[in-house]
């Protein structure tokens, strides 16, 4: 089992979410978050006074999936998040030692 986090532009949720359910991914945790990569923000003008935005709106997925299903997410999850600007964002796998419904009591695969 992997864990994967990937950090996106909010308004490409909806081209991702469709992206990853036609690999038939059922479930996602998104949380809206705030950070900077090498674009480091941008100016912004105000009610005629410039101010820098250091921290840029971000969306942070995460999902559990079972190890075949991994290489498929992140190429899906590449092709429909890219937009070929700086920002576009990150995606990090990570490994999962164990999982649990709490339902149920399931674990492992059966828990995803």
Excluded: N, W
């Excluded at 994967?4 to 036609?22: C, G, M, N, Q, Y």
């Excluded at 921290?55 to 942070?60: S, T």
Aim: aromatic content about 6%; proline content about 3%; hydrophobic content about 40%.
């Amino acid at each position: 089992m992997k864990l994967i986090t990937a950090i996106i532009k909010p308004f490409k949720l909806d081209e991702v979410r469709a992206a990853l359910s036609e690999l038939g991914i059922q479930g996602m945790t998104v949380t809206e978050v705030k950070g900077f990569g090498r674009q480091k923000g941008h100016t912004e003008l105000y009610r005629g006074a410039e101010y820098t935005v250091d921290f840029l709106p971000k969306l942070r997925l995460e999902m559990a999936l079972a190890d075949d299903m991994v290489e498929r997410a992140v190429e899906s999850l590449c092709a429909s998040a890219h937009t070929g600007k700086i920002g576009d964002g990150k995606i990090f796998v990570t490994p999962i030692d164990q999982a649990i419904r709490i339902r149920t009591g399931e674990s492992g695969d059966q828990a995803l």
